[in-house]
Every structure is written in C-alpha cells, then in structure tokens.
C-alpha cells in the first residue's frame, strides 16, 4: 500500500498577528509544520505534499532540508480546493491521508489506527466527541451508526448543531476514488468554499461504508489558530516529553519548568533542577546534575559531572566528574577531559582543557590547548585575536598561571612553568621555571602626598 500525505498549510494565519506564516512558528523549538512532517515519516508516508498559500516561499525555504512536494494553492478556496490542487502529486499513490500544518501535536499511532480502520474501505474519518463542538463540522450519522455526511456548522440545522461527534479533518481515503469525488464537489454553501468534507456525502450516496476511529487525546486535533493555543500545544508537547524522561529514569525538580526543544539523552539518575532548556542534541551520562537555568545545546556531559546555576553549554563536551558553573560558559568546540573545573564568568572557544585542570574563576580561554593538572588563575585572558586572525596558545601539562595575567597568542607556556600573577606573556615560557613580566615594584621612601595650597 503506498501512502500519499497531503499536508494542508494554505490558511493565512491572521489570528496570530504576525509576519512569521503560522506553519513556522515553533513548537518546541521546531515550525509547526516540521512536527506534521515528521508523522507523517513516521507512518511510513511514500510521498509528503505540502499545500502552501501565496507567499509561501519563506515556508519552502524554511523547511528546505525535507523530502516533499510544494504544491501552491494561490487563493484560499476551501479545504476541498486545496486537496484537490494536491492530488496530481500523488496520483500514483493508493492511499491518501490528508494532514493540517497547523495541527502539530497528532500522534502517529492515531493515524496507523484510522489507516488500519479504513483497510477495507474506501473513506475513513478521524472523529472527536466533545463537550462544546462549536465552529466544528458536524459528523451525522444512520439509525444503524453509519455515517452519511459532515455538516459544518455554518450550514447546520439548530438540531445538527446539538450533535457533539465533530470532524477534526483528518481523513484516509483511496486514492482513485477521492480524486473521483472532489471532482464533483461544488462550493455551494454559506462560506462559498470547495468543503473537503463534502467527499463524505458523495460517498455514502455510492453505498461506501465510511470507517471511523477517534484520537487517544483531543489536543492531538487541536489546532493553532492564535498564540494563546500555540502555548497551550506547548505546555502539553512539554508535559509529555517531561515525563517520557521522567520514566526513563530522570529527575525533574519540576516537569512543569523544563523545556525540551530538541533530543536529549541521558543515561539513569539524571537531576534536572528547575527551568534547564535543553536545545538541539544532549547527552548526559549516568549521574549528571544540572542546576537551575542552565542552557544545554548540542553538547556532551560526561557521567557524574556538575552543571551549576545559570550555566550555559553550546557545541561543547565535557568529561566525567567535571564540576562547571555556576555561570559558566562553554562555547562550541570547548573540550573538557574528565574532573575539570570550570567556574563562575569563566568563558572558554574552541578550547581543550585537560584532566583535572581548574579554571575557577573570571577567565577567556578561547583557540588554547590546555595541558593535564593545570591551574588557570583568576583573570587569565588568552588574547587570541589580533584584530584580523585567531591564534593559538598552548599551556603544558602541570603549569600554574597567575591571576591576572594576559597570553599574547600566539604563545606557548612550557610544561611545570609557573607565570607570576598580573603577567603579559608575548613570548613562549620555559619548562619548570617562574616568568613574569611586569613593572617592579619599587618603594619611594620619605614620599609625601601633595597638600591642598591654602
Ligand atoms: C475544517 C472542516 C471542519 C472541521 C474543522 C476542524 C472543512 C470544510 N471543514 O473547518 O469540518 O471540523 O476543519 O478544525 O474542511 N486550508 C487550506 N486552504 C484552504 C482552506 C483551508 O490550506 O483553502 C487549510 C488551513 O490552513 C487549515 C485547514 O485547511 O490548516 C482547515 O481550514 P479551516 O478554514 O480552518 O477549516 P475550518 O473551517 O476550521
Ligand atoms: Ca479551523
């Protein structure tokens, strides 16, 4: 059975009051429509198709690394109107489901369920009983339970309108015979549309049994029509990856402020305090604990190691028993061996640090290679940009630099050197022995301080 997707992502989004097309505000991190077109992967869709409204290219470009088919609806027609632009992608296709870029939080086991439904048949609908069905079509059913027809509401009869059964939107139906049926729809009804749901009428009048099947949770057919919604499908998207982790073995001070927008992985006995963002890939291993408002992206976290408060770690990896932080910040290509110190307003780039050696406090390291066992002092700054390139400085293995001291780059500190504190260092040090370059200090004795003149 090949499986065409078609994605509707034309409506205009007006609710949302911005610039940015609706489809590609973010949902844990990602556009919306990114999250419908990894369902639809997911269910093993042959062919994706993506219906975009005009000026739709920001969309296309943003979404340019995925695998599907841009097919413009440049008038909003209605929903019928714009599968129907759609169906030439997928004419060779035997089946086609038909998806909403706005509708982000729709689980892929619901929709293997409303395939499998409708195995025999040739039309199938994802329905929702729900409390207060306003502003949605209508599912009317048979004395037996069969399904004839969706009514929307703006077309309903007040007794229709009573019915609670909606149409979330979300159908299955053969290929062949869908096509057959939108080529009959017409758009005569109060909004002057071409209605999707139409199909269904045009259906059963041919005898089709239409098969049904409903979704484990409403708030996977929620849509997102402004951004009080958009933040509403957030908190649900956030609560559910929160205890996914939770069971996996992860401690979550609070599930409620944690914020995924991304893939983490972490080994077991994980401690995540209150209000850590986790962003793009994270590893942490076993017995990693991160303070609070730490930012975690695209990084590696050996086991045992210590984030403190207020970190924040982009495209670095760290070793086991590491301790780094409280504000600490590794920057992409930061490489820390195992039982490193990193403290606080500690920046370090493109830098590897080796085992067990400190840099505990107020320092830039950036393009250094840092020795095993060395002691960074307080205020050391590699000066690595002359104002046009980027050089290097090397620290051997067991050297201590004093507080305050400069590393003119590029510069080599020889292994078990010791630099005095305050030191402008502009050439390579020996090994093993103290170098300091700064002013002596002098005494002036007798010296006074001038008097005020009267
Ligand atoms: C539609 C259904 C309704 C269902 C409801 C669920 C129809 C006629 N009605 O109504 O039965 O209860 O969804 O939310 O299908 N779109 C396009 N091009 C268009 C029109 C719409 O791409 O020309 C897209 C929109 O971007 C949106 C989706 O289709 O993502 C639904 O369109 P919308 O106008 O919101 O449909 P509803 O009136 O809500
Ligand atoms: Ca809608």
């Not at 793009?280 to 086991?303: H, K, Q, T, W």
């Amino acid at each position: 059975m090949k499986l065409g997707v078609v994605i509707l992502a034309a409506g205009l989004g007006k609710r949302m009051r911005s610039n940015l097309p609706k489809v590609l505000h973010p949902l844990a991190g990602r556009p919306l429509l990114a999250h419908v077109l990894e369902a639809a992967q997911r269910i093993g869709a042959e062919r994706r198709v993506v219906v975009f409204g005009h000026g739709g290219e920001r969309v296309r470009a943003a979404l340019a690394g995925q695998d599907c088919i841009w097919v413009e609806q440049a008038e909003q027609r209605g929903t019928g109107h714009a599968v129907i632009q759609a169906m030439p992608a997928v004419a060779d296709m035997d089946r086609v489901l038909v998806l909403y870029g706005d509708v982000p939080l729709i689980a892929p086991e619901t929709l293997r369920r409303l395939i499998a439904a409708s195995a025999e048949t040739s039309l199938g609908l994802l329905t929702a009983d729900v409390p207060d069905p306003t502003g949605y079509g209508r599912i009317l059913r048979d004395l037996d339970g069969q399904v004839v027809r969706i009514v929307e509401e703006r077309d309903a009869s007040p007794d229709e309108r009573m019915i609670r059964e909606i149409n979330t939107g979300f159908l299955v139906a053969d290929c062949a015979r869908l096509a057959d049926w939108l080529g009959r729809i017409d758009d005569d009804n109060a909004q002057g549309e071409y209605y999707l749901t139409d199909v269904t009428g045009l259906a059963a009048q041919e005898g089709a049994v239409i098969a049904s099947t409903q979704p484990d949770a409403v708030v996977e057919v929620a849509g997102v029509n402004d951004r009080v919604q958009l933040a509403e499908l957030e908190r649900v998207f956030q609560r559910r990856e929160a205890e996914r982790l939770m069971r996996s073995g992860v401690t979550l001070a609070d599930p409620a402020r944690f914020d995924l927008r991304g893939t983490l992985q972490a080994d077991m006995d994980v401690y995540l305090d209150i209000n850590v963002i986790i962003e793009g890939e994270v590893r942490l291993g076993a017995g990693v604990r991160v303070g609070a408002n730490c930012i975690l992206r695209d990084c590696r976290i050996g086991p045992d190691t210590e984030i403190l408060a207020n970190s924040v770690i982009e495209g670095a990896e760290v070793g086991g028993k590491a301790r780094i932080g409280p504000f600490s910040r590794l920057r992409p290509e930061a490489r820390l061996a195992d039982d490193t110190h990193v403290g606080n307003f500690v920046e370090i780039k493109k830098t590897t640090l080796g085992q067990g050696s400190k840099a505990n406090h107020l320092t830039y390291l950036g393009d250094a290679e840092v020795g095993a066992g060395v002691n960074i002092g307080a205020g050391t700054i590699t000066c690595n940009y002359d104002g046009a390139n980027k050089h290097l400085t090397r620290i051997g293995d067991g050297v201590f630099v004093g507080s305050n001291t400069a590393l003119v780059a590029p510069v080599t500190v020889g292994m078990q050197a010791t630099i005095g504190a305050g030191s402008v260092i502009t050439r390579n040090t020996p090994p093993e022995q103290l170098t300091l370059a700064r002013g002596r200090q002098i005494t002036i004795v007798g010296w006074e301080r001038p008097r005020k003149k009267t």
